[in-house]
Protein backbone atom coordinates (compact mmCIF):
# COMPACT_ATOMS: atom_id res chain seq x y z
CA UNK A 1 0.00 0.00 0.00
CA UNK A 2 1.13 3.28 -0.86
CA UNK A 3 -0.43 6.67 0.10
CA UNK A 4 -0.81 9.75 -1.98
CA UNK A 5 -1.27 13.21 -1.28
CA UNK A 6 -3.81 15.14 -3.08
CA UNK A 7 -6.82 17.70 -3.16
CA UNK A 8 -10.65 17.49 -2.77
CA UNK A 9 -12.93 19.18 -5.70
CA UNK A 10 -16.58 18.17 -5.12
CA UNK A 11 -17.03 14.26 -5.20
CA UNK A 12 -12.97 14.56 -6.82
CA UNK A 13 -9.53 14.04 -5.26
CA UNK A 14 -6.96 15.31 -7.34
CA UNK A 15 -3.60 13.49 -6.90
CA UNK A 16 -0.30 15.58 -6.71
CA UNK A 17 1.35 12.71 -8.47
CA UNK A 18 0.53 9.71 -10.74
CA UNK A 19 -0.63 6.44 -9.07
CA UNK A 20 1.26 3.07 -9.74
CA UNK A 21 -1.88 1.47 -10.44
CA UNK A 22 -4.64 0.59 -13.24
CA UNK A 23 -7.34 2.61 -14.35
CA UNK A 24 -10.45 1.28 -12.71
CA UNK A 25 -8.59 -0.25 -9.78
CA UNK A 26 -10.52 0.41 -6.32
CA UNK A 27 -9.30 2.84 -3.55
CA UNK A 28 -9.45 4.02 -0.01
CA UNK A 29 -9.75 7.55 0.42
CA UNK A 30 -9.15 8.52 4.37
CA UNK A 31 -9.45 12.05 5.15
CA UNK A 32 -6.57 13.69 7.87
CA UNK A 33 -8.03 16.50 10.23
CA UNK A 34 -6.69 19.63 9.80
CA UNK A 35 -4.46 20.60 12.61
CA UNK A 36 -7.37 22.90 13.88
CA UNK A 37 -9.68 20.14 14.01
CA UNK A 38 -7.02 18.12 15.56
CA UNK A 39 -6.06 20.52 18.46
CA UNK A 40 -10.06 20.93 18.74
CA UNK A 41 -10.79 17.20 19.66
CA UNK A 42 -7.93 16.67 21.84
CA UNK A 43 -9.21 19.88 23.78
CA UNK A 44 -12.90 17.72 23.61
CA UNK A 45 -11.44 14.27 24.93
CA UNK A 46 -9.12 16.39 27.97
CA UNK A 47 -12.29 18.20 29.07
CA UNK A 48 -14.42 14.51 29.12
CA UNK A 49 -11.35 13.44 30.79
CA UNK A 50 -11.19 15.80 33.34
CA UNK A 51 -15.11 16.08 33.84
CA UNK A 52 -15.00 11.96 33.99
CA UNK A 53 -17.81 9.65 33.74
CA UNK A 54 -20.12 7.63 35.57
CA UNK A 55 -18.67 3.91 36.19
CA UNK A 56 -21.83 2.51 38.02
CA UNK A 57 -22.36 1.94 41.51
CA UNK A 58 -19.71 1.65 44.67
CA UNK A 59 -20.72 -1.54 45.64
CA UNK A 60 -17.48 -2.92 47.47
CA UNK A 61 -15.01 -0.60 49.75
CA UNK A 62 -12.27 -3.27 49.92
CA UNK A 63 -11.34 -5.88 47.75
CA UNK A 64 -11.51 -7.96 50.50
CA UNK A 65 -15.61 -7.68 50.46
CA UNK A 66 -15.25 -9.12 47.00
CA UNK A 67 -14.24 -12.52 48.43
CA UNK A 68 -16.69 -12.02 51.39
CA UNK A 69 -13.37 -11.80 53.45
CA UNK A 70 -12.58 -8.72 55.92
CA UNK A 71 -9.51 -7.96 57.33
Known amino acids: MKAYRGIVKGN ?3 LEEKP ?3 DGSEALVLVKASED ?3 EIVQRQKAMLE ?3 PMGKLLYK ?3 ELHGRRK
Open 37 to 39: EDK
Open 12 to 14: TVV
Open 51 to 53: KGF
Open 20 to 22: DVE
Open 62 to 64: ERG
